[in-house]
């Protein structure tokens, strides 16, 4: 049976830890009572001898009154400091903390069920009204349609909001360019019915308590109606919300960034006089703010689910920890005066969360869920996936598998002379490149296992800092799958290629080209098989990562591009890979033709620049983002000087002269303190000369504080691995491919012990801010007037 103490540790939420009761520190006190109890017990029995006896047996003594006015004196400081009297004031100060946290938790949520309610009701309006007026014009009676407008009823909380019967009204007169054409009445219609449909979205938003300030559309469109010169400035009006009133949707994409531009650049070419913060409504930004709305509803009920586990696992603490001690302490009276209190403090006596829980459901399956209670616990409460034994014995089974093939390939190419100095060169050329890309991220993604097993264990919230879901996040029995079975593929692909050569077969160079191409068709299966969910996570962030500055830079995304820093050899392989397959040269062997032309060698250059780049674009987005965090900026810096060190050792490699050997240097070695000093400070938030820790950080997860040290060595050390550029290694061909896989997989090394420290910071600071539920943007948003 596993004690309660161990199962509350595993059941708290990570990032309100410091919020829950100290039950070890209360289980602490517990133990004292009883330590004192039992020291206490002899003296007690003794004083009761004694006084059974009578005190005429030994006489009296002229000190006896000192000693009983000393008995008293040290019976009362035992009385004022007993250690049941210090349980219960600690057990109160728990209380008070917790009822302090819950109602400030319970009024935030509160107050954003009531936000979301209130943008639902402008969605549903506005919906609402355009599809109406989508009907209208669909009977071809603008007439009708303004005249639906004079009679219009209360809005309600429909199920029209499910409806889309309004796209095609919003995709006929949201774009300007639709204005451009036909005759001057058929522009003074559409300016017309626009102005319609604006004066009820006005109406609408003001019924749900939007208060506007010189509206005025229909007076705009009326004047525009009346000078045909003045007609197209009345473009502006068409569709459009009040000056006071806007439908904010971030930028995150290029589209959603180039619809911002287009409304921005059509606001200020607007000469009618209005606020040109005012935005338009059309259907994407209708679909947007509806989805943003969904994504906020369901961020809502996890923070309503998460409090409601608070509030049981505190009820279960103190009521567990109070058996302890009435059990030890014999204090009836205390223990249930203590445990009515517990149950009229407002975390276990309050309903509101649990109403306001229903009321989300009901609105979800009403309005996002089609009336489907299924669909709508999908969202709401996602299964999680049921732990197998299957993953963990194929694990082994490929482990074996790989071990065995291994031992075949080493045997056989050692028979071969394949290693030796009369082997072929041709083989190591070609072969080399191909195998040791996969097995770079064979071991990048065992690394990543071990990551993910450590942060399980160290209760680090990694899907909610990467933002995955739950039900579909890589595990790290999946990841060991996947390195596993990565390296026995291509072991496998080795021994067959081996025996093909030495059979004499033609093109057997293609099979490198074979596992190639099975990878990508594998990564790009459309299929629900091979872990659809994270191929397609991983293909979403790279698209981000090229694309950086486009696309708003989130946690997954500089996090995988701090990966791609440390896989620059693995980007040289898949060039080499490319240049040799893509462009046929495997039919004639003719390999020298990617290792040698100035193009390939340019390519070279370019892309040990790539990983560096992205991620200083992904810093300038922040910078722009994030109100000018100059933080990021510092950040970008690092990349660039990251940059120039490469394209040094690029240079010195060209022209080996001990002017560019000292370039190289100092270059280098201005990086290299540049990168440690981010690593320590600012990614693992150590060096803090303040801290209680010598030289980390105040809070720690792991308990033996060596590990930390021992680890800001080894990443000093790793960071170091450019030095071998500079001397002067004369090694074989073998040797030197050797060193260059070597020195390649401990950067890999470096970055994935790097990775654990970077998420615990991460974590830490969340825990900091009790942020457990990550916040959405809502789309509705008033303007300030004057």
């Not at 009907?135 to 429909?158: C, E, I, K, V, Y």
């Not at 009920?301 to 001690?325: M, P, R």
């Not at 040698?596 to 200083?616: D, G």
Request: hydrophobic share 45%; with cysteine.
């Amino acid at each position: 049976m596993v004690k309660f103490s161990r199962e509350y540790e595993a059941s708290i939420i990570p990032e309100w830890k410091a919020a829950f009761v100290d039950y070890k520190c209360l289980k602490k006190l517990i133990k004292r009572i009883k330590v004192a109890r039992r020291d206490a017990a002899p003296l007690l029995i003794a004083a009761g001898a004694a006084t059974a006896s009578g005190v005429g047996s030994y006489g009296f003594s002229v000190l006896d009154p000192v000693r009983a006015l000393t008995a008293r004196f040290a019976g009362g400081r035992a009385a004022a400091a007993s250690p049941e009297q210090e349980f219960l004031e600690r057990a109160d100060e728990e209380l008070n903390k917790v009822n302090e946290f819950y109602a400030s938790q319970e009024g935030q949520l509160l107050e954003r069920g009531e936000a979301l309610i209130e943008q639902l009701r402008i969605l549903a309006d506005i919906k609402r009204i355009l599809a109406d007026h989508a009907a209208a014009r669909g009977r071809g009676g603008r007439a009708a349609a303004l005249g639906r407008s004079a009679s219009m009823p209360p809005p309600s909380m429909s199920p029209s909001l499910n409806g889309c019967s309004g796209r095609h009204l919003l995709s006929g007169l949201a774009s300007p360019q639709s204005m451009s054409d036909g005759s001057v009445e058929m522009q003074q219609a559409a300016v017309a019915e626009g102005a319609a449909v604006a004066e009820e979205v006005m109406a609408a938003l003001e019924r749900n308590g939007v208060s506007f300030v010189g509206g005025g559309i229909a007076g705009k469109a009326k004047k525009a109606n009346k000078d045909g010169n003045k007609q197209l400035m009345g473009r502006g009006a068409l569709l459009q919300l009040p000056a006071t009133v806007r439908i904010d949707i971030p930028p995150t994409s290029p589209g959603r960034a180039a619809l911002k531009v287009w409304e921005e650049l059509v606001n200020v070419l607007r000469k009618d006089g209005a606020d040109p913060a005012a935005a338009f409504v059309h259907r994407k930004k209708v679909q947007h703010a509806e989805k943003n709305i969904r994504d906020a509803f369901l961020a809502l009920y996890q923070g309503l689910e998460l409090l409601k586990k608070f509030s049981s696992l505190n009820v279960k603490a103190f009521t567990k920890i109070l058996k302890k001690f009435v059990k030890v302490s014999e204090q009836q009276r205390a223990t249930d005066l203590f445990s009515e209190k517990v149950k009229r403090s407002p975390f276990s006596s309050s309903d509101k969360v649990l109403q306001l829980a229903d009321e989300v459901e009901c609105i979800f399956l009403r309005h996002f869920a089609g009336n489907d209670r299924k669909v709508a616990m999908k969202y709401l409460k996602p299964q999680q996936p049921r732990n197998t034994h299957m993953i963990t014995f194929l694990v082994g089974l490929f482990t074996g598998t790989f071990v065995s093939l291994f031992i075949i390939y080493s045997v056989l190419a050692h028979v071969a002379g394949i290693f030796s100095s009369t082997g072929s060169p041709a083989y190591m050329d070609i072969v080399y490149h191909v195998f040791s890309m996969f097995a770079l991220i064979s071991l990048h993604v065992f690394l990543y296992g071990c990551n993910l097993f450590m942060w399980k264990s160290t209760r680090i919230n990694h899907n909610f800092i990467f933002d995955f879901a739950s039900n579909t996040a890589l595990t790290h029995r999946d990841a060991f799958l996947m390195s596993a079975s990565i390296m026995c593929t291509v072991v496998l692909s080795l021994v067959i290629n081996l025996f093909l050569r030495n059979a004499g077969a033609t093109y057997t160079d293609a099979l490198p080209g074979a596992l190639l191409l099975l990878s990508t068709g594998v990564l790009f299966c459309p299929f629900n098989i091979f872990y659809r969910s994270t191929r397609y996570c991983f293909m979403r962030v790279m698209r981000n990562i090229i694309f950086s500055p486009f696309y708003k830079v989130l946690m997954a995304d500089f996090f995988m591009a701090d990966q791609l820093t440390s896989q620059i050899p693995l980007l040289r392989h898949m060039e080499f890979a490319a240049c040799y397959f893509m462009a046929g040269t495997f039919r004639n062997h003719a390999y020298e033709t990617c290792t040698t032309s100035s193009q390939y060698t340019h390519l070279a250059y370019v892309i040990s620049f790539l990983p560096y780049y992205w991620r200083a674009m992904q810093c300038l987005r922040r910078y722009l983002e994030e109100g000018h965090d100059i933080n990021q900026l510092a950040n970008a810096g690092k990349y660039v000087s990251a940059m120039v060190a490469a394209a040094v050792r690029f240079k010195y490699a060209a022209t080996p002269t001990p002017l560019w050997m000292w370039m190289v240097i100092i270059s280098s070695s201005g990086a290299t303190i540049y990168q440690l000093y981010w690593d320590f400070v600012m990614d693992w938030g150590f060096l803090n000369p303040k801290s209680k820790n010598l030289w980390l950080r105040d809070q720690l997860i792991l308990k033996n504080k060596s590990i930390y040290y021992v680890s800001m060595m080894l990443n000093l050390a790793l960071r170091l691995a450019w030095a071998q550029s500079v001397m002067k290694l004369h090694l074989g061909r073998v040797e030197s491919r050797l060193l260059d896989f070597t020195l390649a997989s401990l950067e890999i090394i470096r970055r994935g012990h790097w990775n654990f420290y970077r998420l615990e910071n991460e974590h830490l600071n969340n825990a900091g801010k009790f942020r457990a539920v990550k916040t959405v943007p809502l789309p509705f948003r008033e303007l300030e007037t004057d």
